[in-house]
């Protein structure tokens, strides 16, 4: 390792970090400032020709560090940023593979945090120290816990206090307990779920680095490879997999609070009308499913957020209060998955009454429940949803269910197993005589009141001969088994499940989407003085939802883009909605959702004052016309999504008014645009296109004329023009271009 002269501020090389006393440096790197390996080393050498003392020449960080440790009587320091080479990868390695070695080794710590002030109070609850960036940076963790003592020192190198006098501070703001801080207790005492939890929050420029700052929290030496991305946190549990004997790696993600709310809420069918409007809102759910969750191996530290309570619980008390046989687990990584042998549930929840089946998005799922050797901070068994569909092969899983009826995520990889619930465990002896027994009989047995199986095993059990004992659970029985848990060889890109989404990535509403871009905004006011009232920077944006409930159709939702044609004095507004249709008479077909064929589209004309020249609407619909393009003959209103039957690439065409006075919306689904999988949202090109003689002999300001096959091609590449109707003028066409 190479150490600074704290008089002259030269780097020297030593071969052992045990065979020098030195101080070591803890800060936040703040960019360009920072002096570099191959930096100190070119200054070196302008500083051995002049003459001048390096110390004077090197960055203030670095200068006062070392008139600081000087005082204090080291003659030697380490600084990250100075005595590492960056550049050589191996050196590099070498370093973040040694660097808690380092910290653990120096005589002290110094804690430099550049935003704290000398007057501030690290006591008091708002101090500058308590939101010191030195406590979101990743690195700095190992750097806290493994120096035995540490001095913190503010912006001008004052002392603010040793890491002993504020264990009690440090430990509200980081998590990391106070016993760990001062060295009393080892690290390895604490779970692998708790100890990523201290990193969940902390933050480091290269994504790599959230997990090569933990390899010494662990005690893992591995190779680093910058480039590869979240792989590299993967790479690290399955080092801890193979070092560390602690289950408590898999516990991470959704959990919900208790499994018998759990099971019941996958395995009910009955909603009350306010449900389904819940229901409603927490179906729209942005499908571009992040598989991660499905993982038994996380992506991130982030994903340990609320892991900090877990502990873990030794094989031997996990088997002999399940009555399941005790044997060490192992694991291996395969290209099924991860190999493991877990404590599994005989019986299976059937998990296809769920939110995911009513919506037609999945199909019956297979959940069983694998039992961890871990527990939260209330003393609940941990367990996973072990899912798989009902006629998956093999004994391949994926972690975590769709749970309906749940607040804030739907998605869920495990549940706690409260110790209440071990109440109902019935210690049964083995009758004398014995018989064969039916499966009606076993059924009954489980059912029967808690109070009697009491009075029953202990009017049994008052014999005096030892009789062996049968175990039984009310949620089946837990047995010992090998099997393969979902884990992807490389990390690729959020994947669409072929069931359904197995993570709620709570994104915007699924809609419907029409938006009008700013440009062409613009376009339409100087070229056409056609102005849209609800236009903004970003441009104007409609929507219709996807997903309505029976009552919000009876109701009604519209949105509409309205124009104002200043020359006209008309406001011309085009509406979009679901509900009040003459084709809604038939009897409703689905509570859950809506038919495609129900949206719909029609347009209105509002004078703002009257014309001699032209008729007044008074904010009428325009009626539709019947001719061979349009859709649906006995409705008033155009049907715009029949994609389903004349394929994704027809142009729908909806024609409104009359001779005098048309409006043509035309429709071209844009593929690509879709927001979710499985739901009917789609993202359409509209057209308006405007002619007849109100528009044609209307008096306009001089515009300058163009090519009508020229007009938004730049935008989409799409056009919708408009015959002119027999005996009339030619038809000069506006074109308002939706798109997503």
Known sequence: MYLLNTRTAELHYFVNSHEVRYAILSHVWQGADELSFVGLKALSAECALSGENLRERVPAKIRECCIFAERAGYAWIWVDTCCIDHHSSAELSEAINSMFAWYADADVCYAYLYDVGDDDDPATPDSAFRRSRWYERGWTLQELIAPARIVFLSQTWRTLGSK??????????????????????????????QRMSWAANRKTTRVEDRAYSLLGIFGINMPTIYGEGERAFVRLQEEILRRIPDQSIFAWGPMHKDIKLARKLMERDRFEDSERATHGRQANIAFDVQGRLQDLLASSPSEFANSAGYKAVSVADLAATFGIEAKMPHYAVTSNGIRAMLPLSTDAIE??????????????????????????????WIILLLRRGKQAAGDRYDVGEFIDGTEGRHYHRGAFFPRSLLLAVETVPEPKVKFRRTDEDEDE?????EDEIASESAAKGSAKEKRPRVVKFRYGKFELKQLYIHHPNTLLP???????????VMASQPNFTFVLPHWLLADLQTRHHLTCEQADTDGCTTTVPCHLTQQQVSDSIVSAISFFDASLHERITVRFGVGKCMCLTVPFPDPHGIPLHKLWVDVLVAREQSRGDAPAFDGKALPKLSEPAQMLMICPRAHIDFTTVRGDHAIIRAAFGDRTRRVEVAFRKREGFEVVRKIPCKSYTVTLALSGTVYDTAVRWPIV????EEVCTHATGELSSAEPPSGGRKARAIYIVMSV
Do not use: Y
């Open 351 to 380: 998990s296809w009454k769920s939110w995911m089946a009513r919506t037609g998005a999945a199909n019956t799922q297979h959940v069983q429940l694998g039992l961890l050797a871990c527990e939260n901070a209330d003393g609940d």
């Open 494 to 504: 959020p994947q669409t499940h072929p069931d359904g989404p197995i993570r709620d």
């Open 445 to 449: 047995d489980e059912d029967e009141d």
């Open 705 to 708: 004329p163009i090519p009508s």
């Open 164 to 193: 002993h006098m504020l264990a009690a501070v440090v430990e509200a703001v980081t998590g990391v307990q106070k016993e760990i801080l001062t060295h009393t207790r080892s690290l390895d005492s604490v779970s692998v779920a």
